[in-house]
Structure formats: C-alpha cells, structure tokens
C-alpha cells in the first residue's frame, strides 16, 4: 500500500497560474459579452429607450475587460469591478422583467388562456421562466450577469500579491 502525502501548501508554480486565470476569465467574460450582444442583435433588442440598456451596460463591460486586458492597474481593476457590479444588477433586474413580461403574457397565450388562473404559483413561474409562454427570453439577461461574474473574479484580490 503506498502512502501519499496531501499538499499542505501551494508551491511555486501555483502562483505563476494566476496570471493565467486572471487572463482566461477575462477572455471568458469577454466572450460571454461579445455572445450576449450577439443575442440582442439577432433578437433586434433595441425598440426603445429601456431596450438600450442592456447594450450600454454590456459595452462598459467589454471596454473594462480591454481595458483590464491591455494594462492591470488599480484604476482598471476598479473600473472592472464597478462594472461587474452594476452589470450583476442589471442582469438580475432584466431577468425580474423579463420573467414578469412572461407572466403578464400568460392568460393570453393561446395554449394556457383557458388553465392560466388554475395553475399554481410555482407552474406559472416555471412556464414564465423555461419559456413555454411569453415573448421575453430569460436566459439573456441571465448572461449579462455570467459575464459581470466571470470579470469580477478576473480582478478579485488584485493587488494583494495574488498576481
């Protein structure tokens, strides 16, 4: 039977993957901003002044992960920070709107309009939320946030001697 001994510590090398994942999540991050502008593109999400948001919050993220990716300094890694923040907000309020736009669809869906008052709290939010009803997808506002998820922890403890 070998025996085999449990790190106790990180080594050497586990400090020099820190700048590599510092990297990968803001190209992560950036990703999910380019394929979330995508989506609001492909879906025309600009139909009035509230529509507009969105892209302005996804712009200020993607700028502040060039920004991140071009030079690391405290005033970037704020600014990054800032914007994941705010970009977390936004998401959870377009998902709250979106999920209420669904539901307010509900009783005049054609498949739902006659069971709409019967069904349970928790039935209409699910039809509200998988999109069995309503015109307003979830999941897009939910990537908004995804991506302000992935930029924050790209500069969390920066600064700190973590790279």
């Known amino acids: 039977m ?29 990703g999910v901003v380019l394929g979330a502008l995508t989506e609001l593109a492909m879906l025309r999400h600009w139909q009035g002044p509230a529509q507009l948001v969105p892209w302005a919050v996804l712009a200020v993220l993607l700028l502040a992960a060039a920004a991140w990716l071009v030079r690391r300094t405290a005033g970037t890694a704020r600014t990054v920070q800032v914007a994941a923040v705010v970009s977390v907000l936004g ?3 377009g998902v709250y709107e979106h999920v209420l736009a669904n539901l307010r669809a509900g009783p005049l869906d054609p498949r739902y309009a006659g069971v709409w008052d019967s069904m349970s709290v928790p039935a209409q939010l ?23 998820v992935l930029l924050w922890l790209a500069v969390f403890r920066w600064g700190r001697g973590a790279g």
């Open 2 to 30: 070998s025996s085999m001994s449990e790190p106790t510590g990180t080594g050497p090398g586990d400090a020099r993957l820190v700048p590599f994942y510092r990297r990968a999540l803001t190209l992560l991050g950036a």
């Open 126 to 148: 699910w039809a509200a939320t998988s999109g069995a009803v309503g015109p307003s997808p979830v999941l897009v506002p939910g990537t908004m946030g995804l991506a302000g």
């Open 91 to 93: 998401s959870a309020y």
